[in-house]
């Protein structure tokens, strides 16, 4: 078992709208089983996957200030 070597630059542990969702995964993935996170995976495999995706590949809805450009 080994935290992931990631955290420190991960999203949802530096962006601040990600805050809500932290305790949730980092317990399970990010402490205790970091090869079993899709983030994790595709930056090894030299990808950046996008800030709002969870550990299990799931985007995470986010509300913003943005309007909808549609
Ligand atoms: S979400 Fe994944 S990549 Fe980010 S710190 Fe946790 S285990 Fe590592």
Not at 18 to 35: E, I, K, Q, S, T
Request: glycine residues 6%; proline residues 14%.
């Amino acid at each position: 078992m080994a935290t992931c070597p990631q955290q420190d630059r991960c999203p949802l542990f530096t962006v601040p709208v990600m805050a809500p969702a932290l305790a949730l995964w980092r317990g399970f993935y990010c402490d205790h089983a970091p090869d079993r996170c899709e983030r994790l995976r595709q930056f090894r495999a030299g990808l950046r996957p996008p800030f709002n995706m969870l550990p299990n590949g799931k985007l995470l809805h986010l509300n913003t200030a943005d309007p909808d450009p549609g």
